[in-house]
């Protein structure tokens, strides 16, 4: 979450360019080849069985509960909301309400998961960092999308 407030505020990290553009002219076939392999482990092709191996039961049943489906959810919600807030410059105190808002949203999605005994906390805390660090990508992708 601190990076994600991070690049919100200041968009592109120092680095960030740098680094890039030195992976891209290290590129080739062969590198290209593997690395669309190694890509497939960040899709369900690869993260499935994945799932599957390392996964464990809910408190009550026996589906799979790691991640929290509902908190990943919530908080890639939660971070996406707040991200398109400060890119359209609402003003201070509506943000601040929105952020409010989804914050409470989530922590109460977290908590209603426990509650209703459908998962561990550690799933709830799985899905907390799933979601917001997937919604930090896809906002710092936009950011410097933007820039560009």
Known sequence: MGLAVVVFAIGLLPGDSPLYDEVMARRTPDIITFFSWANIFGSWKGLLPAA????????RGRAMGFPSGHVTGAAAFAVIAIYFAIKERWNRSTRLALTTVVLMMV????LARLVLHAHWPSDVLGGLLLGSSCAAFGAWWDARRSVI
Do not use: C, K, N
């Open 52 to 59: 599957a191996l390392l996964g464990r039961t809910r408190p």
């Open 107 to 110: 922590f109460l999605v977290g």
